[in-house]
């Protein structure tokens, strides 16, 4: 079995005060250059500090908590690596829970990190409600909103501009000729405001909106949404407001007998890596992931130095694909 690296092996191995290398840990005062010798022997030597030991020196955990709504979901997985980036270089690491979209459950995983020490939050795609979250607000440290509304609890919000992407979306579909174009919509504000973006669309190129049907940002939901829009009809294209819903769509429009990119075409959101290899390969408005990870991170940091960071709104790209073709005179 190995043994675990010692602190005073660090400091032998860099040349240094058992004291210096405590502080370039944990982000006290060092000299630039000697911080990143620091840093380098620490990882050539496998060192890792014990948490409890960290929180015995320092009463800090150096530690942020994070709450995904879904454990399964790759987006997230994208958040959390610009998170363990932008910390790594803190000296701070991260604990993540997931909610899985259930308020009460992720009401216990924010009492539960708190327990824990973390010496911040960072609340992803949160479902509790705001008068239940403000009402916890008092017993949580510090708070980082991301994809959610946090004016009212005071606390830095990231999140990307649903309403410009969701237009954007809608204005590809137009722009290749489409003007009945339905929309399967997400839950929460997210999906709100991509609806909204929809809307503002169809409405700048004086068109009528097509039916809207609901899906829940899952894979299943975008199904029965899809299998619903196909009996009703009288669409071409489809906005679909996430990528997991637009799977989902592609299975009902196919047991429909509808060619997604020939009968009916399709946009997606969010830019999951799965989208490329569907067929065809699914148009979508891709998210800066491991960028909100980062902004969220910063902000957290920032927050524990004392500082009012701003809130961020990030740009969504557009993923132009085959999914998608001008329109020649098909339709549902």
């Not at 609340?123 to 510090?142: K, N, V």
């Not at 609890?153 to 489409?178: C, F, K, Q, S, W």
Request: aromatic residues 4%.
């Amino acid at each position: 079995m190995r043994k675990r690296v010692t602190i005073y092996q660090v400091a032998d191995a860099a040349g240094v005060s058992v004291a210096t290398v405590s502080r370039a840990l944990n982000g006290g005062r060092v000299a630039p250059q000697t911080r990143a010798r620091v840093l380098r022997v620490a990882e050539e030597l496998g060192f890792s500090p014990s948490p409890a030991a960290r929180v015995l020196a320092t009463g800090k955990s150096r530690a942020i908590g994070v709450v995904i709504p879904d454990a399964t979901g790759p987006l997230y997985g994208r958040m959390l690596r610009g998170i363990g980036l932008e910390l790594a270089q803190a000296g701070y690491t991260y604990l993540v829970e997931s909610s899985e979209r259930d308020p009460g459950r992720e009401a216990r995983v924010l009492r539960d990190l708190s327990a824990r020490d973390v010496e911040a939050l960072v609340l992803i795609g949160s479902g509790l409600g705001s008068e239940a979250l403000a009402e916890m607000r008092r017993e949580l440290p510090e708070l980082v909103l991301v994809e959610r509304e946090g004016a009212a609890l005071e606390a830095p919000m990231i999140t990307i501009d649903n309403v410009a992407a969701g237009e954007r979306a809608t204005r590809h579909l137009i722009e290749y000729g489409h003007t009945r174009i339905a929309h399967v919509a997400g839950p929460r504000r997210a999906g709100r405001e991509r609806l909204e973006g929809w809307r503002r669309a169809l409405a700048t190129a004086g068109l009528e909106p097509g039916p809207v049907v609901e899906g829940g940002f899952t894979e299943a939901g975008g199904y029965r949404a899809a299998v619903e829009l196909a009996a009703m009809g009288g669409f071409t294209a489809v906005f679909v407001a996430s990528d997991r819903m637009a799977l989902g769509a592609y299975r009902a429009f196919r047991e429909a007998g509808l060619r997604v990119g020939e009968d009916v075409s399709v946009i997606g959101f969010d830019g999951l890596e799965f989208g490329a290899y569907l067929d065809p390969p699914l148009a979508t408005l891709r998210q800066p992931a491991q960028q909100l990870g980062q902004a969220a991170a910063r902000a957290a940091l920032a927050v524990l130095r004392g500082e009012r960071p701003e809130n961020v709104v990030l740009s969504c790209e557009l993923v132009p694909r085959a999914s998608v073709r001008k329109i020649g005179g098909g339709g549902l």
